[in-house]
């Protein structure tokens, strides 16, 4: 079992995909039955059970992870960064409003794509749609268990500093980081292939799974987007041509797009700020806050999947509705952890919060990741680490247009 994390994720996902078709080709539909002695049920089917090795445990982690990265970073920061981190964050969060907005406007233009399965494909699902008001939503949204986790992270972190053992919290994340990472390697294939096993035996299984397929369209299209205006911004503040910023940057999209992980990404992030003229010992600090809390293609992410699936599942969406979820996606997109699909498990969150069922969420959570290892994670990392560098060579050159600190 130890070789297995020699092998590449994404091989691995390959593989298990081949496996769930294979599988359906040869007719093996009782994989995604219930396994029953007689009449009496045991447990579900072997497909259900696979698909569960990572969604069952994955909130709990990502939860525990949230906390204790938050706490960590708290615990450990000496501050100091003053204006310079202002400037830079003024960027994060422009990017991050400017792809909420580009995302927004993607899924208005093709809305009409046949993405995600209507519910009636779910044979025990029953559930009607329920009108939530918008006050609600946002007091959901505030008192969710995501939200909490990251207020429990904020003292978590207070409490950490107090009593002196930052360094040590930051050691005892980067190993929760590692493992769960190998949890990953793990389970992601076998969701993938238990995702794909019980999509195939539902009624219109291979159409499902080919329209999926139309999200990549979508992220492409609404992604390069803004990726040429971040490079336009750069490069006007930078006073650099395009091709000057295209040739400091191009390296590190590789990178991002073979890792599908921002922080493995930080070496090549660092690299990019130095070809683009910010000292890179100075540019530290703020792209490796970047990796945690800059998260452009994420946000995205979570708010083009989470309005296609609220369309299928037949709610109205209308203007405040896609605000709500706009401010979700930025502020859980901060939680996300730097590691290949942990975000998908964020769009359960959103959809739930918006009336979805919890049924129909993780239906179409376990859908999606199937598509999302593949490419939608990775073009998610490449927006992520490019406004990183990007941002934070932006905020440098302001500050040192003006070096005056806030307090001044």
């Known amino acids: 079992m130890s070789k297995i994390h020699e092998i590449p994720l994404l091989l691995l996902v390959v593989i298990a995909a081949a496996l769930a078709f294979g599988c359906w080709a040869l007719g093996l539909s009782g994989l995604a039955e219930p396994i029953r002695m007689g009449d009496t049920f045991l447990t579900k089917s072997i497909a259900g059970l696979a698909k569960d090795s990572l969604f069952v445990p994955l909130k709990p982690l990502m939860y525990a992870l949230i906390i204790m990265s938050i706490g960590s970073s708290l615990a450990i920061s000496t501050g100091g960064l003053g204006a310079k981190f202002i400037r830079v964050l003024a960027f994060f969060l422009g990017f991050s409003c400017i792809g909420a907005v580009v995302a927004i406007g993607g899924f208005l233009v093709f809305s009409g794509l046949p993405v995600l399965p209507d519910p009636s494909t779910i044979e025990s699902s029953g559930a009607s749609v329920k009108i939530i008001p918008f006050a609600l939503k946002v007091y959901g949204v505030l008192t969710s268990a995501l939200m909490i986790s990251i207020y429990a992270g904020i003292m978590f972190g207070g409490a950490l500093k107090r009593l002196d053992l930052g360094r040590q919290a930051d050691q005892v994340s980067d190993l929760f980081i590692k493992g769960f990472r190998k949890f990953l390697q793990f389970t992601i294939p076998l969701a993938v292939f ?18 999926l397929f139309k999200l990549l369209g979508v992220y492409i299209i609404t992604f390069g987007i803004v990726w040429l205006i971040m490079v336009a911004i750069t490069a006007a503040i930078q006073g650099r041509g395009w091709r000057f910023i295209l040739n400091a940057i191009l390296p590190q999209a590789l990178v991002a797009l073979s890792t599908s992980s921002s ?16 000292n ?49 996606s930025i502020i859980y997109a901060t939680s996300a952890a730097g590691v290949p699909s942990a975000s998908v498990v964020l769009l359960q969150d959103i959809l739930t919060s918006q009336g979805v069922s919890a049924e129909y969420a993780t239906y179409v959570t ?23 560098s990007m941002s934070t060579v932006n905020g440098l050159k302001l500050y040192y247009k003006k070096p005056k600190t806030l307090i001044d």
């Open 280 to 328: 890179a010992d100075e540019a530290t600090p703020f792209y490796t806050i970047g990796a945690t809390i800059n998260m452009v293609g994420t946000v995205m992410g979570l708010l083009l999947l989470s309005l296609y699936a609220m369309k299928a599942y037949g709610l109205e969406i209308g203007a405040s509705d896609m605000a709500v979820v706009a401010f979700q």
């Open 366 to 388: 376990g859908l999606i990741i199937t598509i999302d290892t593949l490419a939608l994670d990775r073009l998610r990392t490449m927006l992520n680490t490019q406004s990183d």
């Open 263 to 278: 922080i493995a990404t930080l070496t090549a992030t660092r690299e990019a700020c130095d070809q683009m003229g910010a």
């Open 194 to 211: 238990g995702s794909i096993t019980i999509a195939l035996n539902k009624p219109g299984g291979v159409e499902t799974l080919a329209d």
